[in-house]
């Protein structure tokens, strides 16, 4: 079992002085009343990673220590700003695998070996408040780092650290700074305790070890820089997603969905710029990957629509345990869905896509249009896409209601979203134009996937109709939802066309430089 918690600290070089008498008083900062000196520790961590570095490459810290209050393994995965997710899990002799497993997408499988041992005497105070409320942890480290590698060295430093209590005002280490810096305490280079003793043993990691090492594209103002840093963001962003949709977290499964559909429809629209046959397998595993995880995301999608509007009705219009049959539905299926998920994250499948993805960031495989001017090759691709929605919309309003138009108009969605994705891939060399014809063209998707939802949900509502009907409860309820569903397509069906004519009469298109 793990805990998971936010650590939000800065880092410090400390002065070589033995004792602490540089040590500003902090009991004048604003919401410290006192400085409470605690019992010394001694801190001894082994920490892990495959042979090429990729955890640390990634910006992420697996260890095993012993010593302190809370001895364990400890995984440190990056946040913004100052701040780690670390998660913790029981002292054990090999790494456990359910923080194994919160690796993988760093690690693409590889195994995993200790790198360097780092022990620690730790000085330990308490910055509290008028109530004796932690509100920051001060430490002074004097550190000893060995290399476990054959070819490793030693180190040894001294290193401040200042950590917030958990709801503390973060604001906090901006004043505790402010007084360092009157004593000429500067922060460390290092963001940590291991990218330092990486570099001064002789271990640090290659450039562009793991994930997140980009190529450096094909020069300044180039179609094949913009579009190299497009792909870069979206593979770290997928990466990063993949330990907190197997915690099953919020909105995570469908941010890592929307990832793998920006990468795909980037490899699509801008293939001038990348080879196809590099990139037409990948797209097709992303495609792949994103069917696995849009089963989950479509039932949370679902569940919340159909439970607001349960709730929405007055109470005499709920006839039957109707709640409690959609709670039921719900967890059967939205289990069956994680599971799926869980299956394709732990699959070879998987880790062939992570090494594909890799490759393709660390060695792009560019056509020549990658090496022009990102202006006019950017243009051309964003209006290729414009041009093939508004063909889908043409074809979806021309179309009677009815299955077949409601076939059209999802097809017509699918369509706007690869020019949403478009336009954020070029808008670093486009600029407004392009930024404005994505905010337009989003508004023609928010009344498709409105339109798309209600087609599902009423899908939905009649299977759950029929099971009610089957156990011998009233129906109404889910006849009335049916209904309502109806209406509320037939609504964004006529709303549609004025939406539409507001992108196509908007001039964004003449803008890039086309006309049709």
């Known amino acids: 079992m793990v805990q998971s918690m936010r650590e939000t600290e800065r880092k410090y070089e400390a002065p070589s002085s033995a004792d602490t008498s540089w040590l500003p008083a902090l009991n004048r900062v604003d919401g410290v009343a006192a400085v409470v000196d605690r019992s010394p520790e001694e801190l001894d961590a082994v920490y892990y990673d495959t042979d090429d570095l990729r955890l640390a490459g990634s910006s992420a810290v697996l260890r ?62 308490h910055l509290v408040d008028d109530d004796g409320a932690l509100r920051a942890e001060l430490c002074v480290d004097t550190v000893r780092a060995q290399s476990l590698r054959a070819d490793g060295g030693s180190a040894e430093w001294r290193e401040i650290e200042v950590e917030l209590a958990e709801d503390a005002d973060p604001a906090l280490l901006d004043a505790v700074e402010k007084k360092f810096r009157k004593k000429g305490i500067a922060r460390a280079q290092s963001p940590s305790k291991l990218a330092r003793a990486l570099d001064e043993t002789g271990t640090a990691p290659s450039a562009g070890a793991g994930a997140s090492g980009a190529s450096a594209g094909p020069g300044p103002g180039r179609a094949g820089t913009h579009v190299l840093a497009y792909v870069g963001e979206q593979v770290r962003a997928l990466t990063a997603l993949d330990p907190a949709v197997r915690r099953n977290r919020p909105d995570a499964v469908h941010q890592m969905r929307v990832a793998c559909r920006r990468l795909r429809s980037c490899l699509r629209t801008y293939r001038s710029v990348f080879g196809r046959g590099a990139t037409d397998t990948v797209r097709g595993e992303l495609k792949w990957l994103a069917g696995e995880l849009g089963a989950e995301r479509d039932q949370e999608v679902l569940m919340e629509r159909l439970s607001g509007e349960i709730g929405a009705l007055p109470e005499e219009l709920v006839l039957g345990p109707v709640a409690a049959r959609l709670r039921v539905w719900d967890v059967v299926d939205s289990t069956a869905s994680h599971q799926r998920s869980l299956d394709a994250l732990d699959s070879p499948r998987y880790l062939a896509l992570l090494d594909a993805l890799t490759a393709l960031v660390e060695r792009p495989p560019t056509r020549a249009k990658a090496g022009k001017d990102a202006g006019k090759v950017m243009a051309e691709a964003v209006l290729k896409e414009y041009d093939r929605l508004a063909d889908r919309m043409t074809e979806a309003l021309e179309l009677g209601p009815g299955p077949e138009r409601d076939v059209a108009l999802h097809e017509a969605r699918k369509a706007a979203k690869k020019v949403r994705y478009a336009t954020e891939v070029a808008r670093p ?51 009335l939802l049916y209904g309502s569903e109806q209406a509320r397509a037939q609504a964004r069906e006529q709303e549609l066309p004025s939406v539409w004519e ?10 890039l430089g086309g006309d049709r």
């Open 64 to 125: 095993r220590r012993t010593g302190g209050a809370d001895a364990g393994w400890h995984l440190k995965l990056p946040l913004a700003g100052d701040s780690r997710e670390e998660i913790r899990s029981a002292l054990t002799d090999t790494v456990p695998k359910d923080l194994l497993d919160l690796t993988v997408s760093r690690t693409r499988g590889a195994a995993l070996t200790p790198v360097v041992r780092i022990r620690s005497t730790r000085e330990v105070r």
């Open 429 to 479: 060399a486009l600029g407004k134009p392009v930024k404005e014809l994505g905010k337009q063209v989003k508004a023609v998707q928010q009344v498709l996937g409105d339109h798309q939802d209600s087609v599902v949900a009423r899908g939905t509502l009649r299977d759950l109709a029929v099971a009610a009907q089957t156990a011998g409860e009233a129906g109404f309820t889910w006849g």
């Open 502 to 511: 507001l992108v196509s009469a908007s001039g964004a298109r003449e803008r």
